[in-house]
């Protein structure tokens, strides 16, 4: 596979009184078309700034991103974002929030063609039974599968996801974890996930990307991921390249994430 999405030397800064904070340093990454990267790091290192700056959400100070054989310089359709929160208008249905979307994006589609990819798209993320509730109805797992639902239905190049199961309890977490899986495995978006959970990256990533602490964050050291799809939870932990590759991560966040390394990697 050749590379389809490309960081090269993404920069991040603010101006303050004392001059320019570097948030994120010349990030160098590159991903395949269909693969599944975990962004891994310690809180406020910039995971989330440079998947906004994807995202076309934050304004890029230096370098470049690529994504599909083109550079990107705002937001747009082609990404696909979950939020850590969905933000979903309370006045709709979660059929409506999805198909809000939908109608945007497939706008020469007929109303019956774009109605079944909301409906589509609601069933495959267990929302078969919700999808006519508004959001105050709406466990806040429900409405996590509703952002889910609406950043695959838009069909987009790549799907990014900021932390997306960071406010749900442990058991709703696996549980929406598998559900994201499945769905990715249906459509092999090529996508980016910002996370903290070093399982939760093993368990869905093909590579983990480990960012050092700021100031001035860049890549610290990747991790393939090598377990075959589907995956199940149940022979992973059975697995002791699994506790491998835990043991892994864990090192690096707790011993080499606070500084620059010469493993880091661009690949």
């Not at 934050?58 to 310089?73: F, M, P, R, T, V």
């Not at 491998?244 to 966040?253: A, K, N």
């Amino acid at each position: 596979m050749s590379d389809y999405v490309e960081l090269f030397n993404l920069t991040k800064t603010y101006p303050t009184p004392k001059g320019a904070a570097v948030i994120v340093q010349d990030f160098n990454l590159r991903i395949k078309k269909g693969e599944f990267v975990a962004l891994i790091g310690h809180s406020g290192c910039g995971k989330s700034t440079v998947l906004s700056m994807l995202a076309g959400l934050n304004d890029i100070s230096g370098g470049g991103i690529i994504l599909a054989g083109k550079e990107l310089s705002d937001a747009g359709p082609d990404r696909g974002v979950v939020f850590q929160s969905p933000c979903l208008l309370p006045w709709m249905t979660a059929f409506e929030n999805v198909l809000l979307g939908v109608n945007q994006v497939f706008f020469t589609a007929s109303k019956t063609e774009r109605r079944q990819i909301a409906e589509y798209y609601l069933t495959v993320v267990g929302l078969g039974d919700a999808m006519h509730k508004r959001p105050p109805e709406l466990s806040q797992g429900m409405k996590q599968r509703v952002g889910i639902a609406r950043a695959f239905a838009l069909s987009p190049k790549m799907l990014l996801l900021d932390e997306p199961f960071g406010m749900l309890d442990t058991l709703t977490r696996i549980e929406l974890q598998q559900v994201l899986l499945d769905v990715w495995q249906r459509t092999k978006l090529t996508a980016l996930m910002v996370t903290h959970d070093v399982d939760e990256a093993i368990f869905l990533a093909d590579r983990v990307v480990m960012m050092t602490n700021g100031p001035a964050a860049g890549v610290g050291d990747t991790l393939p991921i090598s377990f075959p799809r589907p995956r199940n939870r149940a022979a992973l932990l059975e697995n002791t390249e699994y506790y491998r590759c835990r043991e892994y991560l864990i090192t690096f966040l707790e011993e080499r994430a606070h500084r620059k390394t010469s493993l880091a990697k661009a690949a």
